[in-house]
């Protein structure tokens, strides 16, 4: 996995750091790692500036990455990127219940897998605020039953 912070010390509008999260590399045509999640919140940015980077952060990480952003003054700082069970799925999850069976099923899972269920913790979120009358599902069920494949940003 690929952690990339996007920041442009001194601009107006720009203050703090964009975390982009891209995925394991695939294989043929889809070789590039796929990005799983944008988080603006460490960052204090101005609507043009959010919209510059929604427009073009690309979908993809490889080969002429920092070109796609155009002339922009940024600056990228790229890490590589291991999931924590702990550290990125439980504890920001927000729900420590059934910690065992979960650190089992997260041992189970493949990392694209892993990857996308923490890149989903979010959405799900939102969702739930959007749908007060819905309960939160335990950390188990949200792994056991891949509730993280769903398409919660596009759900009622």
């Not at 999260?21 to 590039?32: D, F, I, K």
């Not at 101005?46 to 929604?54: A, F, M, Q, V, W």
């Not at 990480?61 to 070109?67: I, K, T, V």
């Amino acid at each position: 996995m690929k952690k990339i912070l996007v920041t442009s010390p001194g601009e107006k509008g720009f203050e703090g750091a964009v975390t982009l999260m891209y995925g394991e590399e695939g294989v043929g045509a889809e070789s590039w790692p796929p990005l799983l999640s944008i988080d603006l919140q460490g960052a204090n940015l101005s609507d043009t500036r959010k919209r510059y980077i929604l427009a073009h952060v690309p979908e993809r990480y490889g080969p002429g990455f920092e070109q796609c952003w155009g002339a922009a003054p940024l600056q990228f700082i790229t890490e590589d990127f291991e999931l924590d069970f702990e550290r990125d799925f439980f504890v920001p999850y927000g729900k420590p219940v059934n910690k065992k069976r979960c650190v089992t099923l997260w041992g189970n899972m493949s990392r694209p897998k892993k990857a996308l269920a923490v890149s989903r913790i979010a959405p799900y979120n939102r969702h739930l605020d959007r749908n007060q009358w819905k309960s939160k599902a335990d950390p188990e069920t949200f792994l056991k039953k891949e509730m993280y494949l769903n398409d919660y940003d596009n759900i009622q």
